[in-house]
């Protein structure tokens, strides 16, 4: 269906999890990512894009216009789709059941349940009291019937498809790759390896200040430091050349030994992630440590040690997936006037724009970057993870590419939340009041450096920070480990840290039989 320009239909999942690709298929709503096209023959299709009859939108279009039930919209024309076909007493009656094939990652759902049942809470403008007025989004219309366009929405001529052959060992050396059958894959246009690519360390987070990480990444590299790191590109006519491409690249390698768990990282012998030294930012490679912060106010020991009651106790985040509908993806070209587009979905283009020219020794007005309608992103789409081997591929070959993240890939090779280790100590007096606090932060890294040092900054702030305390004292270390990288995330390291503070405090208050509002 997209093949044939019904943009609507969203890829979201691959395998009939989120809905995004919801159509109908003689009136009845299916996951067309599920159903082979020859299932489909000599039967009435309908996609989002046929569901208004001309300039007329259906009554469910117009119901979520008028309450806004979207936000992102990736999601929203599978939605429509199912929420169209439903009876009024299953709106009624069971209508989560009913809608329980389609995701939003957005919402929260309550304002698609207000679409579905016909709330509407779009307000109209009026000269002189536009403040506080709750009007449509612009692009509403757009994304009701589906002619909002994303990253993927666009059919370029002479498209090539990206693919990577990702490590399947969590530390291991590369000794030789052998890419001479992968080449011979009918459809194939190159064939990428660490030989191959500008050998320029940088960082994959987006950050104004490149200053405030490491840069201890390689576009590929020759080293794999965690299952799913990227080592060979593959670029051909089709995903599916391009896949067959990937399986015929033979990797020889030197399994080398791994560190899993933070703590365990920090220990002297432990294997060490990075043992080169080239950026000065990695402040104890020795012992896997990117960075530490210690900071101490007032005297915490002595006020322990006078401290009616002591509260000690040690909480663990994991590892979460922003599992935005829309995965990571990117198209490339070289224009007619010799200038490289990257058209992305990122939450900052001009950056990333930076860190392009950065790596291909480019000048800034040589470069493009540019963004449709983002389908979601919650930090994740703060990191440079397809762009910069899109843009090699097109400079290369002199064709458009294109890489689209698949769900799996999205869990495997792009980045998560900063699962942390945190330990609590608080001092208080009998009626509650804090004489001191204590923290020690252990953050997970993983096998890079990206955001790691400046979600552990803000894992030390706000969650201490508003209390009044005397004596407060933080020791916090960002780990490398040979997992997947962490990134960014809402919250951005202080949700961890404010989950651990709050939960502690809660215990003191019950300790205390007190009502944890009251001790705040």
Known sequence: LRDLGCFGVKKGCDQGDCGACTVWVEGKPVHSCLMPAVRAENKHVTTIEGLASGETLHPMQQQFLHAQGFQCGFCTAGMIMTAASLSEDDIQNDLARHLKGNLCRCTGYHAIED???????????????????????????????????YTMDTAMEGMLHLKVVRSPHAHAKVLSIDTSKAKTVPGVRGVYTWEDVPRRLYTTS?????????????????????????????????DAAAEEACRQVVI???ELPAVFDAEEAMQ?????????????????????????????????????????????ATYTTHRGQHAHLETHGSIGWVDEHGRLNIRTSSQSPFICR??????????????RVFCERMGGGFGGKQ???????????AMDTGRPVQWEFTREEQFIGSTYRHPMKITVKLGATKEGVLTAMQLRIVSNTGAYGNHG???LYHAC??????????????????????????????GYGLAQTAFAVESALDERAHALAMDPIELR
């Not at 930076?354 to 470069?367: E, M, Q, R, S």
């Open 115 to 149: 679409a579905i049942h016909g709330v509407a809470t779009v307000e109209q403008d009026a000269p002189g009291h536009s403040v506080g007025t709750g009007v449509g989004a612009p692009a509403g219309p757009l994304v009701v019937t589906g002619h909002a366009r």
């Open 206 to 238: 987006i950050h104004e200040d490149f200053r405030v990480d490491p840069n201890d990444t390689y576009m590929l590299d020759n080293v794999a430091r965690f299952v799913g790191q990227r080592m060979v590109a593959v670029v051909a006519d089709t």
């Open 252 to 254: 020889e390698w030197e």
């Open 268 to 312: 002297a012998g432990a294997p060490a992630v990075h043992s080169r030294g080239e950026d000065a930012f990695i402040r104890k490679p020795e012992r896997n440590i990117l960075l530490d912060v210690h900071g101490t106010i007032g005297d915490v020991d002595a006020a322990f040690a006078t401290a009616d009651v002591i509260q000690e």
């Open 354 to 367: 930076d860190k392009l020219a950065y790596l291909f020794g480019l000048g800034l007005p040589d470069v």
């Open 383 to 393: 990191e440079v993870l397809t762009e910069d081997l899109v843009a090699l591929a």
């Open 453 to 455: 040092g400046e979600t």
């Open 461 to 490: 702030s706000e969650c201490i920070g508003l209390y009044r305390c005397e004596n407060k004292k933080i020791d916090a270390y960002a780990v490398y480990t040979n997992t997947v990288p962490s990134g960014a995330f809402r």
